[in-house]
């Protein structure tokens, strides 16, 4: 494969849609090459190449989007071009590092199969079939329809102004929170799905429950460490696994890791214990009852930080959650249990990673307290090298002027869940039950942005029965992955590094404001996503007005008798203004909220090297060629809560709703497989980021596809070589991919990566690539927060 990408080739594109119907722009295909005119409206020549020269350069701060750490960089700029991405060396939290996927950010943005133009659906949902539309058409389409869908004028109009009638899914980013103002706050859905419910929202929810927050693992000073299911070494989150690493294997971190396969997390580890899938919390449970048998917990700090301390002692020692009764549901010998447990509180500086992966098990939530409780009977919390809590720079809040709609309805996702999130609910309960026709009421429109459920979310077959039940689907997207060729109205984001982002604040021990500037102008017609969510508001602000004016009796009854100017007056003082949010540009947002809480030489310093923190010109200093010091050791936050810490370990109130109020273990909770069966597992790897970077060539050419793990013993059984074709079948859907013989995975388990086997044909390097685990895993749930499960999936195995 050809990995840099000329510039003639890039405005050309490469893969075409069917061409059909007209436009008073042009008829087109969402990937349409540009002729020469084209290319110098973008303002680059086609001559040009992205190969990097020595000739001058503009160095742009700007903070990378590929994954969800934010790691700080510079933009080398030349001639227009983004030539070159290099890291930052004043972000203390990236540390002047990227990783692979980081620096091959850069093909983002000169991907050929990216959003080029706004597009409008005109054949079936799901053929691919698009015209390109002007940005104004596209907004028009999206309030009054087309003959091929319905506006969301007449949905609402239909639905009595009942605005849950939307749902919305959001995918991670600075500007998440602007699409979440705009379709929850000021259009006024309440029906909220993004990535956290299949992610890490009980992991979160485990944490902040039980020690009030997930915390940051000072892994640089840890001197003990259980790492489990996290795949550190492959799931790269730099600069921290960088830490972790290079302590490992003598040097002064002992690690254990947990994983039911031999991973390169576990390749650097002094021991790894096979554990058999969802049985973690058994593992954690015996280890607490040897330090509570053995009384190895830090006295002091129960008694002054850990509520409910003496119940939990004896929850555990009367269930006799044993090591010998562990070791038959783990698969790890009880001795071993036994010592990790010595070992952990005799250690300086021991922590027991939280984890940041998707729900195991429907154990999950109970799992992450008795993990967090675990470290708290060691002490190891709010201090140097354990647990930290870290605090942020504060900016100045904003105040949103939200509406108040009487005819909008309740959120439904309730169904099976005991502690539904405020914000954001569950694909999986939300989905099933508009599928199912259990909402109270009809869910007929969906807008989306940077989120593609087609892959992430369990049972794809479903998420594509949900989309097509539609009756308008909105999607704000780089790229036209799996989700968005299901989409009524394409709007073409510009990249990360065609934007200038919202400021944010990161937290941790060495807090610090951080600021991404467009490294250049947005490439073809994209638009930066606040001024998408603008112009969309601009659009939809007063024919939905006239709506809620017709249907909304307390409007009525407050705007009786008004004139024409006080109605207006009205109208925005009452937030039904939907586009207030974004009358000033990001940029100058940005220096209003920098200059007033910090100062003028706060903002000049953001300005020029992207990063802000209190006495930075000071603290700041270059230790050797890639090492830098941030804050002084004395001046980072290692403390914060103090006396006033508190773990709570017995939540009597979640009795009341049917969830144990302390972890405990249920014997339907254990690890089986029935016989000619394999346990599903899946994970990602150091070079992907979900699917969200699996159509970029560069990291295409450091792993072509995916495999699956099998165990070589059975594929000796089986007639099953390397690179063999087999069928993968689940109750739910079945998949082909290659096989990989391993002695690295059970016998009666099977491993996947995330994020392959794209089903939409215009992302040429995606296409077909491999096998996408979200056709087969089964849309089970985690009952306290809804989240999805996904290592409880039992699938056949068979030779193609």
Same mark, same amino acid.
């Given at each position: 494969?050809?990995?840099?990408?000329?510039?003639?080739?890039?405005l050309?594109?490469?893969?075409?849609?069917?061409i059909?119907?007209?436009?008073?722009?042009?008829v087109?295909?969402?990937?349409?090459?540009?002729?020469?005119?084209?290319?110098a409206?973008?303002?680059?020549?086609?001559?040009?190449?992205?190969?990097?020269?020595?000739?001058?350069?503009?160095?742009?701060?700007?903070?990378?989007?590929?994954?969800?750490?934010?790691?700080a960089?510079?933009?080398?700029?030349?001639?227009?071009?983004?030539?070159?991405?290099?890291?930052?060396p004043?972000?203390?939290?990236?540390?002047?590092?990227?990783?692979?996927?980081?620096?091959?950010?850069?093909?983002?943005?000169y991907?050929?199969?990216?959003?080029?133009?706004?597009?409008i659906?005109?054949?079936?949902?799901?053929d691919g079939?698009?015209?390109?539309v002007?940005?104004e058409?596209?907004?028009?389409?999206?309030?009054?329809?087309?003959?091929?869908?319905?506006?969301i004028?007449?949905?609402?109009?239909?639905?009595?102004?009942?605005?849950?009638?939307?749902?919305y899914?959001?995918?991670?980013?600075?500007?998440?929170?602007?699409?979440?103002?705009?379709?929850?706050?000021?259009?006024?859905?309440?029906?909220?799905?993004?990535?956290?419910?299949?992610?890490?929202?009980t992991?979160l929810?485990?944490?902040?429950?039980?020690?009030?927050?997930?915390?940051?693992?000072?892994?640089?000073?840890?001197?003990?460490?259980?790492?489990?299911g996290?795949?550190?070494?492959?799931a790269?989150?730099?600069?921290?696994?960088?830490?972790?690493?290079?302590?490992?294997?003598?040097?002064?971190?002992?690690?254990?890791?947990?994983?039911?396969?031999?991973?390169n997390?576990?390749?650097?580890?002094?021991?790894?214990?096979?554990?058999?899938?969802g049985?973690?919390?058994?593992?954690?449970?015996?280890?607490?009852y040897?330090?509570?048998?053995?009384?190895?917990?830090d006295?002091?700090?129960?008694?002054?930080?850990?509520?409910?301390?003496?119940?939990?002692?004896?929850?555990?020692i009367?269930h006799?959650?044993?090591?010998?009764?562990?070791?038959?549901?783990?698969?790890?010998p009880a001795?071993?249990?036994?010592k990790?447990?010595?070992?952990?509180?005799?250690a300086?500086?021991?922590?027991?990673?939280?984890?940041?992966r998707?729900?195991?098990?429907?154990?999950?939530?109970?799992?992450?307290?008795?993990?967090?409780?675990?470290?708290g009977?060691?002490?190891n919390?709010?201090?140097?090298?354990?647990?930290?809590?870290?605090?942020?720079?504060?900016?100045?809040?904003?105040?949103?002027?939200?509406?108040?709609y009487?005819?909008?309805?309740?959120?439904f996702?309730?169904?099976?869940?005991?502690?539904?999130?405020?914000?954001?609910g569950?694909?999986?309960?939300?989905?099933?039950?508009?599928?199912?026709?259990?909402?109270?009421?009809?869910?007929r429109?969906?807008?989306?942005?940077?989120?593609?459920?087609?892959?992430?979310?369990?049972?794809?077959?479903?998420?594509?029965?949900?989309?097509r039940?539609?009756?308008?689907?909105?999607?704000?997207?780089i790229?036209?992955?799996?989700?968005?060729?299901?989409?009524?109205?394409v709007?073409?984001?510009a990249?990360?590094?065609?934007?200038?982002?919202?400021?944010?604040?990161?937290?941790?021990?060495e807090?610090?404001?951080?600021?991404r500037?467009?490294?250049?102008?947005?490439?073809?017609?994209? @638009?930066?996503?606040? +001024?998408?969510?603008?112009? &969309? %508001? /601009?659009k939809?602000s $007063? =024919?939905?007005? !006239?709506?809620?004016?017709?249907?909304?009796?307390d409007?009525q009854?407050?705007?009786?008798?008004?004139?024409?100017?006080?109605?207006? @007056?009205?109208?925005? +003082?009452n937030?039904?203004? &939907? %586009? /207030?949010?974004?009358? $000033? =540009?990001?940029? !100058?947002?940005?220096e209003?909220?920098?200059?007033?809480?910090?100062?003028?030489?706060?903002?000049?310093?953001l300005?020029?090297?992207?990063?802000f923190?209190p006495?930075?010109?000071?603290?700041?200093?270059?230790?050797?060629p890639?090492?830098?010091?941030?804050?002084?050791?004395?001046?980072?936050?290692?403390?914060?809560?103090?006396?006033?810490?508190?773990?709570?370990?017995?939540?009597?109130?979640?009795?009341?709703?049917?969830v144990?109020?302390m972890?405990?273990?249920h014997?339907?909770?254990?690890?089986s497989?029935?016989k000619?069966k394999?346990?599903?597992?899946?994970?990602r790897?150091?070079?992907?980021?979900?699917?969200?970077?699996?159509?970029?060539?560069?990291l295409r050419?450091?792993?072509?596809?995916?495999?699956?793990?099998?165990?070589?013993?059975?594929?000796?059984?089986?007639?099953?070589?390397?690179?063999?074709?087999?069928?993968?079948?689940?109750?739910?859907?079945?998949?082909?991919?290659?096989?990989?013989?391993?002695?690295?995975i059970?016998?009666n388990?099977?491993?996947?990566?995330?994020?392959?086997?794209?089903?939409?044909?215009?992302?040429?390097?995606a296409?077909?690539?491999?096998?996408?685990?979200a056709?087969?895993?089964?849309?089970?749930?985690?009952?306290?927060?809804?989240?999805?499960?996904m290592?409880?999936?039992?699938?056949?195995i068979?030779?193609?």
């Amino acid at each position: 494969m050809q990995v840099e990408i000329s510039r003639r080739k890039f405005l050309q594109g490469s893969v075409a849609l069917s061409i059909v119907g007209g436009s008073s722009v042009g008829v087109t295909n969402l990937l349409a090459g540009h002729d020469e005119h084209k290319s110098a409206q973008s303002g680059i020549p086609s001559t040009i190449t992205t190969k990097t020269s020595t000739k001058k350069a503009e160095n742009v701060p700007y903070l990378c989007g590929i994954c969800v750490n934010k790691c700080a960089g510079f933009a080398r700029v030349e001639d227009g071009i983004v030539t070159k991405l290099n890291p930052n060396p004043y972000f203390p939290k990236s540390r002047n590092m990227l990783c692979a996927r980081g620096n091959a950010g850069i093909q983002t943005m000169y991907d050929p199969d990216r959003l080029k133009y706004p597009m409008i659906r005109i054949g079936e949902r799901g053929d691919g079939k698009y015209k390109r539309v002007s940005w104004e058409e596209a907004y028009d389409a999206i309030l009054n329809g087309t003959d091929k869908f319905k506006g969301i004028k007449q949905i609402l109009d239909e639905e009595k102004d009942n605005r849950a009638t939307i749902g919305y899914c959001n995918g991670e980013g600075l500007s998440k929170e602007g699409f979440e103002v705009l379709v929850g706050e000021k259009i006024g859905s309440p029906n909220y799905v993004d990535e956290i419910s299949i992610c890490l929202e009980t992991t979160l929810g485990g944490y902040v429950n039980t020690i009030g927050t997930y915390g940051e693992a000072d892994l640089n000073n840890a001197d003990y460490l259980i790492i489990a299911g996290a795949n550190r070494a492959e799931a790269i989150i730099t600069p921290d696994t960088m830490d972790l690493f290079k302590r490992t294997k003598g040097r002064g971190l002992k690690t254990i890791v947990l994983d039911p396969r031999f991973t390169n997390t576990a390749a650097k580890a002094d021991r790894w214990y096979a554990v058999n899938p969802g049985t973690d919390l058994a593992f954690v449970l015996a280890l607490t009852y040897v330090v509570m048998t053995e009384e190895l917990y830090d006295k002091d700090f129960a008694s002054k930080h850990m509520d409910g301390f003496e119940d939990y002692k004896k929850h555990i020692i009367s269930h006799n959650y044993t090591p010998e009764w562990a070791a038959q549901l783990t698969n790890i010998p009880a001795k071993e249990i036994v010592k990790t447990a010595r070992e952990f509180m005799a250690a300086r500086s021991p922590i027991y990673y939280q984890g940041r992966r998707s729900v195991f098990s429907k154990n999950d939530f109970q799992l992450r307290r008795a993990m967090a409780i675990f470290q708290g009977l060691s002490g190891n919390l709010d201090k140097k090298g354990g647990i930290v809590y870290g605090q942020k720079l504060a900016l100045p809040k904003e105040d949103i002027n939200s509406p108040m709609y009487a005819q909008v309805k309740s959120r439904f996702d309730k169904e099976g869940i005991a502690i539904p999130s405020l914000k954001t609910g569950s694909w999986i309960v939300f989905r099933n039950m508009v599928l199912e026709g259990k909402a109270p009421y009809p869910v007929r429109a969906m807008f989306m942005r940077k989120h593609n459920p087609m892959s992430g979310v369990p049972n794809t077959k479903k998420t594509e029965a949900f989309l097509r039940k539609m009756d308008l689907n909105v999607m704000i997207d780089i790229l036209p992955s799996d989700t968005t060729m299901f989409a009524d109205v394409v709007l073409p984001e510009a990249s990360y590094l065609e934007r200038t982002s919202p400021v944010a604040s990161y937290g941790a021990t060495e807090p610090a404001i951080v600021q991404r500037k467009a490294a250049v102008k947005p490439l073809f017609e994209t @638009k930066v996503p606040e +001024e998408i969510y603008r112009e &969309l %508001a /601009e659009k939809l602000s $007063k =024919p939905l007005w !006239e709506i809620t004016q017709k249907y909304d009796e307390d409007v009525q009854d407050d705007t009786k008798g008004m004139s024409a100017e006080e109605i207006e @007056k009205y109208y925005k +003082e009452n937030g039904f203004d &939907l %586009a /207030e949010p974004w009358e $000033k =540009p990001v940029h !100058e947002q940005n220096e209003e909220k920098i200059v007033k809480a910090f100062g003028k030489e706060a903002w000049e310093a953001l300005e020029e090297k992207g990063v802000f923190y209190p006495n930075m010109d000071k603290y700041h200093q270059q230790l050797n060629p890639n090492e830098f010091q941030y804050y002084p050791e004395s001046k980072k936050n290692y403390r914060v809560k103090g006396d006033s810490l508190k773990v709570v370990v017995n939540f009597k109130n979640l009795a009341k709703k049917g969830v144990d109020p302390m972890p405990t273990w249920h014997d339907d909770m254990a690890f089986s497989v029935p016989k000619g069966k394999f346990r599903l597992v899946t994970g990602r790897h150091a070079q992907f980021t979900q699917s969200g970077t699996t159509n970029n060539i560069m990291l295409r050419d450091l792993i072509p596809t995916n495999y699956i793990w099998i165990n070589n013993q059975k594929c000796e059984e089986m007639g099953i070589e390397f690179g063999d074709k087999v069928e993968v079948k689940s109750s739910i859907g079945k998949v082909t991919i290659m096989a990989y013989p391993t002695n690295k995975i059970a016998p009666n388990q099977i491993f996947m990566l995330h994020g392959f086997g794209g089903s939409s044909e215009e992302m040429e390097i995606a296409y077909g690539n491999g096998a996408n685990d979200a056709l087969l895993i089964e849309d089970k749930i985690e009952p306290v927060y809804g989240g999805a499960v996904m290592h409880e999936t039992n699938v056949e195995i068979r030779k193609v």
